[in-house]
């Protein structure tokens, strides 16, 4: 059987793969490697930058085109046709490598931006693979490194924190009963439905060279903030951010 280990590596900082991680990696017999587009090029440079920091002896590699997402009104069913076509394509890729009984692949890995049990579906992905066995490797999150970055804990004093997404704060605002909010997969300004006295703690390719942070009110910041990460996409062609928001006064 083959075992597909869904390895964490953090923001990009090859400081932030663990020793485990590590490990896992140089037991694989193969590691994948998604190809996003030219635009998102230095994503899968960035992953042979971590191998070539941290295999100590050769792993077969294999490049693969990531489907692309179709842009259609029942967003739920075009994720799931995309994770189908993607489960589709690791299948053909690990098959592809496979020439012989005798040179079988059996441990493959994959490694997924900061932890795949946080906002990720690469766990979703890798269910829709029959008789494929599935490991997890955590690593290290982008809100642990915003927290770490911006030197602030994650709650409140005895209080909960909702995790969200841009999509849910768009459409819905403010969750009731929350406190903290921390926001990832935002396309762009889902905070302005909040008001003006909200503090947000926003940072961009945290962990990385090109790690930017801003913090303040939204009444004080929110312009800056769009500003920045439209300046930061379309220098780099892509952005990961995420952001922490609290209601004015709470501590």
């Known amino acids: 059987m083959i075992t597909l280990w869904l390895i964490g590596i953090g923001t990009g900082n090859p400081d932030h793969v663990t020793g485990q991680a590590i490990r896992a990696l140089n037991g694989a017999d193969l590691i994948l490697i998604p190809r996003k587009g030219e635009a998102k090029s230095d994503l899968a440079d960035l992953r042979g930058q971590i191998l070539s920091q941290v295999l100590t002896a050769p792993v077969p590699v294999a490049d693969y085109d990531v489907p692309v997402r179709a842009d259609q009104d029942d967003y739920l069913g075009a994720v799931n046709d995309w994770h189908d076509a993607i489960a589709r394509v690791w299948a053909e890729t690990i098959a592809a490598r496979q020439p012989q009984a005798r040179n079988v692949a059996r441990n493959v890995a994959l490694m997924v931006w900061g ?91 945290v962990g990385m060279p090109e790690e930017t942070l801003i913090h303040g009110t939204l009444a004080e910041v929110s312009d800056e903030i769009i500003a920045t990460r439209a300046k930061l996409r379309a220098e780099h062609g892509w952005i990961m951010d995420i952001y922490l928001l609290r209601r004015g006064g709470d501590v």
């Open 115 to 205: 932890d795949p049990s946080l906002y990720d579906s690469t766990l979703r992905i890798a269910a829709r693979l029959p008789g494929i066995k599935v490991k997890v490797i955590p690593g290290i999150t982008s809100l642990q490194v915003l927290t770490a970055a911006h030197a602030i804990p994650l709650n409140t004093l005895a209080a909960p924190v909702t995790i969200t997404t841009g999509r849910q704060l768009r459409d819905h605002g403010w969750p009731v009963g929350a406190t903290t909010l921390a926001v990832m997969l935002d396309k762009g300004g889902a905070f302005t439905v909040l008001p003006s006295d909200t503090e947000i703690w926003w940072g961009a390719y």
